[in-house]
């Protein structure tokens, strides 16, 4: 079973439509649909809520902490709730896929990416559920595209048919959330993956 939900992105109003944040909007996707508020909670380091999703009771969580340093946020929530790493799901931006896919999976290494790299250090296990939103990357756009464009990336909003794309991809991953939570992931993995 699925406990704890979170979505990474980086606080603050100038980050909020970035490719980076794609977490957040997932999170906040699921906030809608359960009819739930996020809170600020200064215990947490995060907005987090309680959610009831798919006859569940759900935990979802953005770290306010930014991208670096997302762990202690995670294991906040997760240590005060006795929250299983096994029994979390991390959203997060992955320039590995293009635009409008979504794969889960678990466990695995970083990929570079530093929210991921500060929660296995923080769980001291990388065995979570991670559900990762293809952005595309830089080298796709910026021929010879090296780390400084890595940056400017996943900083800047999405181009208008990429949002398109990224939003319809998390609302088939929304679609799948009721196996997810059920802890039927398996099932859930194979609808989601058979899609583009």
Do not use: C
């Amino acid at each position: 079973m699925i406990k704890l939900i979170v979505g990474l992105g980086n606080p603050g109003a100038e980050y909020a439509a970035t490719r980076h944040n794609a977490g957040f909007w997932f999170v906040d996707m699921l906030a809608r649909e359960a009819g739930a508020t996020l809170r600020n909670e200064s215990r947490f380091h995060g907005f987090a809520a309680k959610a009831r999703l798919h006859g569940e009771e759900v935990f979802l969580l953005q770290p306010q902490t930014f991208m670096n340093r997302s762990g202690l946020s995670v294991v906040s929530l997760a240590r005060f709730h006795k929250i299983l790493p096994d029994e979390i799901v991390v959203v997060h931006d992955e320039m590995d896929l293009p635009p409008g896919t979504t794969k889960l999976k678990l466990g695995g290494g970083s990929g570079g990416h530093n929210g991921l790299k500060d929660i296995s250090a923080h769980l001291t296990t990388p065995q979570y559920y991670r559900l990762r939103v293809g952005i595309g990357h830089p080298r796709d756009l910026i021929p010879g595209g090296g780390r400084a464009d890595v940056v400017n990336f996943v900083l800047k909003p999405p181009r208008k048919e990429e949002q398109e794309s990224i939003d319809a991809s998390l609302e088939r991953a929304s679609a799948v959330m009721p196996m997810v939570i059920k802890g039927e992931v398996e099932r859930a993995m194979m609808q989601l993956h058979r899609q583009p």
